[in-house]
């Protein structure tokens, strides 16, 4: 018995620290800063606020790549430049996740929208302009390849549901308003 008791403890043990090993390289890292998840946290309520939130906190991800990479001191320039990508690809899928919430609750997003929709374009742009740098060796380029088609992809198929949203948020308020007011007058006789 004895024996058996303590076999199941080092397996315990054993699989404990396992777990804990692995447990690490399973986390993904957060791209956003403390200081970033309290204004995003305080805005949840603020569609338009909390979007160009969004907005800012890519842009400022794309900004930081194009910094680093014009930098000559960088090291590991591939894996950076992965790891920026993939930190903006989190940012800008989470500004899509918050799009969804917003329309889910039937929020006004038409001012919130614009600044998104403004904001793609530029962001459609800097990435492509990585992918056709004509400076960068293709061993590197192979390195981030996939985050960055990625990216890219995301960018353009999200692009178009954002100017596709945008104009059903502008006739769907368009008749909220007419019917508010026909509602309003009615109530005025």
């Avoid at 390849?145 to 948020?169: C, G, M, W, Y």
Wanted: aromatic residues 6%.
């Amino acid at each position: 018995m004895r024996v058996f008791r303590s076999h199941c403890g080092a397996w315990g043990c054993l699989c404990v620290l396992l777990a804990a090993g692995t447990a690490p390289a399973q986390r993904h890292r957060d791209p956003f800063t403390r200081a970033e998840i309290d204004q995003i946290r305080d805005a949840s309520w603020e569609p338009q606020q909390r979007l160009s939130l969004y907005v800012k906190f890519a842009r400022e991800r794309l900004l930081g790549l194009e910094q680093m990479r014009s930098d000559a001191k960088t090291k590991n320039r591939a894996q950076q430049t992965h790891d920026r990508l993939d930190d903006f690809l989190l940012i800008y899928d989470e500004l899509n996740d918050n799009i969804d919430t917003y329309v889910d609750r039937k929020n006004d997003l038409r001012k919130g929208l614009k600044v998104v929709i403004d904001a793609d374009t530029e962001f459609q742009a800097k990435l492509r302009a990585l992918k056709d740098a004509a400076d960068v060796p293709p061993e590197e380029a192979k390195r981030y390849e996939f985050v960055l088609t990625n990216a890219i992809d995301t960018l353009d198929t999200s692009a178009e549901d954002h100017r596709k949203l945008l104009v059903e948020q502008e006739q769907a308020w368009k008749h909220k308003k007419k019917s508010d007011s026909k509602q309003g007058g009615s109530r005025a006789e």
